[in-house]
């Protein structure tokens, strides 16, 4: 079958929920993606902030296939080693003193979903009183329909609702979550850098106050690090950048780059009380933390230890940033190590078109993957292992991909 007829078959076939994707893609090695044509482009996207190590990473690789060639999965009636090892490093890589626990699921919305729930039975325990939980405006939680009701983009929610209430979306600022972080807070969710809403920080000591606020009001602190957790800003967990090993979240989600391609997900709840909410039965999944998906993401841990992930991701990153914040074409970029948001000067091309949009597009054209979170941010999340030289390429040729797009 030829590019365009996959292209035609997916039209018909598949529900239309992502809109028409641009590329039919069969291979890849390393930072490298193939097309069914056979073009090459330098992944600069890794599967939105996913593949971690890459495509088909030779440990990633072997550790799929000798799990899959020995026990895929088994339901949450057993464990597994890889499981309880899995859990074990995580908690150790986000602090050796705390005490934490572990809920595998096989998505990010999923981890959501756990922690909304988990807030809710925190809510409930505590008091009458206790029925709202805070989201950020811009915040990106997922699809489901809790994490959807915490996400805040009207367009995602308004098709569906009714949907969960007693969430209150509040801009991301230090006065908002003074004026709004009271007795009657069940959980306060954040993303540490908002991904989705065009890699957009927390305002510098938002998260410390956060914490402060959310313990003195007996609210939990959910901190949502699907896209920015397991080695993507250069540390595994980006909120400890800000929080202490004492004043650690008490909630925190991963999924993304957790599995490096493997579907995993996992919420970890930190502290003995915020643990005991969920007694057994409250909550559950099949397919999470199976033998499959746990050896996986035990391996890219382990890969990105072995491999000096963490300080590539911050030196590559810091890299990136300079060649391409000094353009003219940029604003600005924002984001950390490997999480990159480049806000363009405007918004339009020549004839109007959204100019991000159309610098994806060039860029593709030109072999390189990228993505766009809005009309004038483009953002790059590529694997954790790629290097200077191969990035080289593209800062040279970005001025020239957007003057194109902007002549669109
Ligand atoms: C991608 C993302 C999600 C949703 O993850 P899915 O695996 O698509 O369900 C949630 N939160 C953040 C911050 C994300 O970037």
Redesign the pocket.
């Known amino acids: 079958m030829t590019q365009q007829q996959i292209l035609d078959e997916y039209k018909h076939d598949l529900l239309g929920v992502f809109g028409d994707p641009s590329l039919v893609l069969v291979e890849g090695s390393g930072n490298i993606v193939t097309d069914a044509n056979g073009k090459q482009y330098l992944d600069l996207l890794a599967g939105?902030?996913v593949s971690s190590l890459g495509h088909a990473h030779p440990r990633w690789v072997q550790a799929v296939q000798q799990q899959a060639a020995k026990l895929a999965h088994i339901s949450n009636f057993f464990t597994s080693p890889t499981q309880v090892r899995l859990a074990s490093t995580l908690i150790e890589k986000l602090s050796p003193v705390q005490d934490a626990r572990v809920f595998f699921c096989?998505?990010?919305?999923?981890?959501?979903e756990a922690a909304y729930k988990l807030a809710r039975r925190h809510g409930n325990l505590s008091s009458p009183q206790r029925t709202t939980i805070l989201a950020l405006e811009h915040?990106?939680?997922?699809?489901?329909t809790g994490?959807l009701a915490l996400t805040h983009k009207p367009a995602y929610r308004e098709p569906f609702e009714p949907l969960p209430t007693g969430i209150k979306h509040i801009p991301a600022t230090l006065e908002a979550l003074e004026a709004h972080c009271d007795e009657t807070v069940a959980a306060l969710i954040v993303?540490p850098i908002?991904?989705?809403a065009g890699v957009l920080p927390l305002p510098p000591g938002y998260l410390a106050r956060a914490r402060e606020l959310t313990r003195a009001n007996g609210a939990l602190l959910i901190v949502?690090?699907?896209?920015?957790g397991m080695g993507r800003t250069g540390l595994w967990f980006e909120c400890t950048r800000e929080l202490s090993a004492e004043n650690l979240p008490d909630v925190i989600?991963l999924?993304?780059g957790l599995g490096a391609g493997f579907?995993v997900?996992a919420m970890i709840v930190v502290g003995q009380n915020p643990a005991a909410l969920f007694q057994p039965g409250m909550h559950g999944t099949t397919f999470g933390g199976n033998p499959l998906a746990t050896a996986t993401a035990l391996a890219t841990v382990e890969t990105i230890d072995e491999e000096h992930l963490l300080s590539n991701a911050e030196k590559v990153g810091a890299y990136i940033r300079e060649r391409v914040g000094s353009l003219p074409e940029v604003d600005e970029t924002t984001g950390r190590g490997l999480l990159i948001g480049i806000r363009l000067t405007h918004e339009k091309t020549r004839s109007g078109l959204p100019l991000a949009p159309t610098v994806v597009e060039r860029a593709r054209h030109h072999g390189f993957i990228i993505n766009a979170t809005g009309p004038s941010v483009v953002r790059l999340a590529p694997a954790l292992n790629i290097s200077i030289v191969e990035v080289e390429n593209f800062c040279r040729q970005f001025p020239a991909i957007v003057s194109e797009a902007d002549n669109c």
């Open positions: 939105i902030a096989n998505s990010g919305a999923e981890a959501n915040g990106f939680h997922g699809r489901t994490a993303e908002q991904g989705e949502d690090e699907v896209q920015t989600t999924a993304k579907p997900g």
